[in-house]
Structures are given as C-alpha cells and as structure tokens.
C-alpha cells in the first residue's frame, strides 16, 4: 500500500514582494494546537479558535524577517472524529483572524492521518519542512521548528533546523518524552519569538566566532576566573557558584559586603536537584512555567553551596537565565554561576556592555555581548525557607499577581524586621544608584527654576514632567510597563553621564510591574 498523501493550505499570496532574497531564506514552522492557539482537542469549528494572548505581538516580531508556516498532525480525522473539511475550515478561519492582525502564513501543511497509516508526513517526520524548503528556497539550517509536543522536536532535529519546546499546550505533560538535548525549552511562543530574535542579534555581534568566544569565557571560569555575561534582565558578573574563592573575587571586584548572598545561575531545572534541600510543589510550579526566565526562587541549600556564596544563611537563591549566552556559558563552564549584577555594590546595574563602569571592564577575565537586555530590571525573587508561607522578597520582571496565580497560593511582602538579615540581593535601603544626586519628585513639591535647569527628570509616560528640566527620558510614552521597566536603568545611566545636579523621576502606576520599577526609584533615592 502507497504511503497517504499530505495537504497544505496556501495563504495569500503577496507579502514575500517585501522580502530580500536572503530573508526569505529564514522560516518559523510552527505547530498549531497548544503553540499559537489552544489546545481544545480536535477542533472541528472554526468558533472553537482560541489565540494564545502571546500569538499576535510572537508571529509580528518573527515576520519581520522569517516566513511563517504551520504544520499540523490532525489525527482526528482518521479516527472520524472531525472531516478534512472541518480541518480546512478552521485553518482558513485561523489564518483570516491571523492576516486582519496584519501577519501572513505563507502555507498550512496538514497530515491528517493516524499513528498506524504509513503516511510520509505525520510528524516526527521532516517531510513538509523539507517540502516548504524546496518550494520556498528555505535554508533549513537558519530556520526553527516551535511545538507543544515531542514530535516537533523530533521533526527540526530531523529536518537539521533549530527546536523550539513550549510548555504551554501539552508541553508539561510529555516533559519525560522528550531526548536529552539538541532543543531550547521555553514558556510560551512569546519568549520563543524573544529567544529566536536575540539568536539573531548574537549572529550579528559574533558570526562564526560566537562558540569559540563563550568556549574561552567558560575556560577563564574552569580556570578560577570571573567575567561579565548578559541575561535578559541585567548584565551579571559571573564566577564558578561552587567556589569560594570564586565568589570572594566576585565580592571584591563589586566591592559587595559580603552579608549580601548571590544568586546562583543554573541552565536547567534537573541542576537543582544538588543545590537544595528540597523543592515544594508550588516553587516547581513556579520553575516549570517561568524557567529559564527572570524568576528567583530562594530554598534550604544543601551543603555544595559555599558559605560565602549564601552569606552564611542556610538559603539559596537559585535562577535560571533566559538569554543565549547565559545558558550556553553555564553548559560549557560545566557547573552553575553565581552571577550578581555587574555593578559597583548599590550603583546602577548595566543594561548593555557600554554601560559598565570602567572598574568592573577592567578587573574582569572575560566580557561577553549579548546586547541589549530585554527586561532590564533585575528578576523577582521568591522565598520557600517557609513552604507554608511563601514570600515575595524583591519584586522584579515578574508581576507578583502572575506569579501567585501561577503558584496557586498567596506571597506576603517582605518588611525588614531589624535583625539584620539580608535575605536576598536588592533589599537594601539604598541600591541601584546614580553618581548623580538621585530623588523622587514627590519629596520635592517645590523645584526652583534654577534646580531645573542643571537637573533632568525621569518621567513613566510624559504626562508628569514640569517645565523647565535640562533633560527628560520618558520611559514609555504609551504607559506600557514592560517597555518602562526595560528602559529605567539606561535612562538612570544616560542621565548619570551629563554632569547635572540632580535626577528627579516620577512614579509609576503601583501595580504589575510598576512595583519593581517603583521599588528601584526609591532605593535609587534612598528611600527604600
């Protein structure tokens, strides 16, 4: 019996006229239940769509420079569950909501048959990547594969494309499915849409160089040495978390008390199984939907953590990184990495590698770009040391709405109780400074006129900013809060270099992830 036929479904025909020949070089196949919408079985009603709230702002941010296609098992076809019209029906729904969102699918490829039909196109088999490759003139090798499930993997790994694991749709669930490596795991198509757009950027900086430059950074950390590395929420100075010697140089070069703990960089979930005690299941919640992300979890160390590292408490604060490099350097270097902002102690940590202070460039070993940061506040931190009563420490990237739904259980909000305990990094009164004198407008009702004109101002989104300031950095004109977070530790460096009398900034709105951002602006004016 002849192997069954496959069936795709062309778009409209009409956007590639935009695109150079070299771009169009690039493709994003992307799996269609549980990645960009949800999973609701087998769909059979083109009113049953549902968009994953990340589809639309993931599919724009590729199509800037990929192709799009969606490859598809509908088994439920053969099991007479729905018909193949019922498939084509949903589809060309899917890709009208798609198209009025302004993104365009180039084709739709279909293998509508079951586990046992002998077809050459049922994923894990590569056939329509490699179709769409010689019809669209696709260099599989530049291009990624994004699914729910281990057949997608199975798939890019096939074809020679770059994999893509979400864990959203039945991601969770074929978590033990899956091969060891040769694959990123992410949350959701948003941070897949993030990480493939920062590869890119790291392509540009590095070309072929780029495994040879991390390769000699994770030799300097084998050999005791410690450099600066990019995550998505700040830069890092890193060292080896499992030596003290290490972690003392790490503390000097930041000139860090050392009653400050770091937090420990891992590159997987599975590497904290050594480094603490014990996991609840709402931390693992937590790790599972946010890893490798800008979330720190705090748990009872186990004895492999040095005394130096956790600042003699018997807690440790454990991250898993989201950018390229972070995670690639991890794995190379062999061990995890104790990786503080790459800062003097209390001053401004560096978004970009042009904004490290000549002191922490000069007494590092290595100095790695990975552009800049995408967050741009540091991560959100978490404490389990008490399971029963967990504890939002430093609010961050994160909003802590998200992550006590997420967790299903409510944090309280750390209060220095006065017995001197640092808990973790971030949680002194006075951090995250600027050379200049740093204040909040709203201590200061009264600026002269005179004071204004030396001074700058730091505004949310433009609508509180008096007359009369020398400088002004709006952090996002659109009051977006993501945006805002990402730009308040470079508009704090910029303003840091003009020689002005004072930075005053407004507030945001206190909420999301105005908490974080908020809490940097009071620390910055010593107010926290």
Request: proline share 7%; hydrophobic share 40%.
């Amino acid at each position: 019996m002849p192997p069954k036929k496959p069936s795709s479904i062309p778009s409209k025909p009409g956007r590639n006229s935009k695109m150079s020949p070299e771009i169009k070089k690039k493709a994003v196949f992307l799996d269609r239940d549980g990645t960009i919408i949800e999973d609701r079985g087998h769909i059979g009603n083109p009113n049953e769509i549902r968009l994953f709230p990340e589809t639309v702002p993931a599919l724009r941010m590729l199509s800037n420079n990929y192709l799009l296609f969606i490859v598809t098992n509908q088994s439920g076809v053969a099991q007479n569950i729905i018909t193949k019209k019922n498939v084509d029906d949903v589809n060309a729904k899917l890709l009208e909501i798609l198209s009025e969102c302004g993104i365009s699918i180039e084709q739709v490829f279909v293998c509508p048959h079951g586990k046992d039909d002998g077809c050459v196109c049922r994923k894990p088999s590569p056939f329509f990547l490699r179709k769409a490759a010689k019809e669209h003139g696709i260099d599989i090798s530049s291009s990624y594969m994004i699914g729910d499930h281990p057949s997608d993997i199975g798939t890019a790994i096939s074809a020679g494309a770059n994999a893509i694991y979400l864990l959203s749709g039945h991601g969770q669930k074929h978590m033990g499915e899956l091969p060891e490596n040769g694959f990123q795991i992410l949350p959701e198509i948003l941070s897949a849409a993030e990480w493939i757009v920062k590869k890119d950027e790291i392509s540009k900086i590095y070309g072929s160089e780029y495994s040879r430059t991390v390769e000699s950074a994770a030799e300097k950390l084998r050999d005791g040495g410690i450099g600066v590395m990019p995550t998505e929420t700040v830069y890092g100075l890193a060292g080896n978390a499992l030596s003290p010697d290490s972690a003392a140089k790490i503390f000097d070069l930041k000139k860090r008390p050392h009653f400050d703990p770091l937090i420990v960089h891992v590159a997987s979930i599975q590497e904290i199984q050594s480094l603490a005690i014990e996991i609840p299941d709402a931390a693992m919640r937590l790790l599972r939907r946010y890893w490798p992300g800008p979330l720190t979890v705090v748990l009872k160390k186990s004895k492999v953590i040095p005394g130096i590292v956790s600042s003699g408490l018997d807690t440790v604060a454990l991250r898993m990184p989201r950018h390229p490099i972070a995670l690639d350097l991890i794995r190379k270097a062999g061990f995890p990495l104790a990786a503080p902002s790459a800062n003097i102690f209390s001053m401004t940590s560096p978004t970009c590698v042009e904004n490290l202070s000549p002191e922490i460039a000069a007494g590092s070993d290595f100095i790695l770009d990975g552009g800049k940061c995408q967050f741009g506040i540091e991560s959100s931190i978490v404490s389990f040391e008490n399971p029963a009563e967990p504890v939002l420490l430093r609010p961050g990237s994160l909003p802590i709405e998200e992550i006590s739904e997420t967790a299903g259980i409510s944090f309280k909000i750390h209060e220095d109780n006065g017995n001197g305990k640092i808990l973790a990094p971030g949680l002194l009164k006075k951090h995250y400074s600027t050379a200049t004198k740093f204040e909040l407008a709203k201590y200061n009702r009264v600026i002269s006129p005179e004071i204004r004109s030396r001074s700058a101002f730091i505004s949310f989104d433009g609508a509180d900013v008096p007359e009369g300031f020398l400088a002004v950095e709006t952090l996002s004109i659109t009051g977006d809060m993501r945006e805002a977070a990402a730009r308040l530790f470079d508009s704090m460096s910029k303003l840091d270099r003009m020689n002005l009398d004072f930075i005053f900034a407004g507030d945001a709105p206190q909420h999301g992830l105005g908490l974080a951002i908020n809490d940097r602006l009071r620390k910055a004016a010593g107010k926290g």
